[in-house]
């Protein structure tokens, strides 16, 4: 299957750099970086992963949001941030 997507040429030339790099083609960089990305996405909403940064950033908060994000690093049944 063929597909179309757009990406900006400044993008572009990000990819095309690291995948040279790496001596890889572009087409098989981009895939593995797709692979890799949908591995590690989490099932968390945008709004709870943005209430986990208000939380982190205050004084009161961080302190609890690090204990939690150290309990699920170490809990590999619970969804990755």
Do not use: H
Not at 24 to 31: A, E
Not at 63 to 70: A, F, L, Q, R, Y
């Amino acid at each position: 299957m063929r597909i179309t997507v757009s990406i900006s040429q400044e993008l572009l030339r990000r990819v095309d750099s690291r995948s040279q790099e790496l001596g890889v083609g572009r087409n098989d960089y981009i895939l593995k970086s797709l692979e890799k990305a949908v591995e590690e996405e989490t099932s968390w909403s945008p709004a709870f992963l943005k209430m986990l940064g208000v939380a982190a950033s205050d004084v009161e908060g961080a302190k609890p949001v690090d204990e939690m994000m150290t309990a699920l690093k170490n809990d590999n049944s619970a969804p990755k941030p």
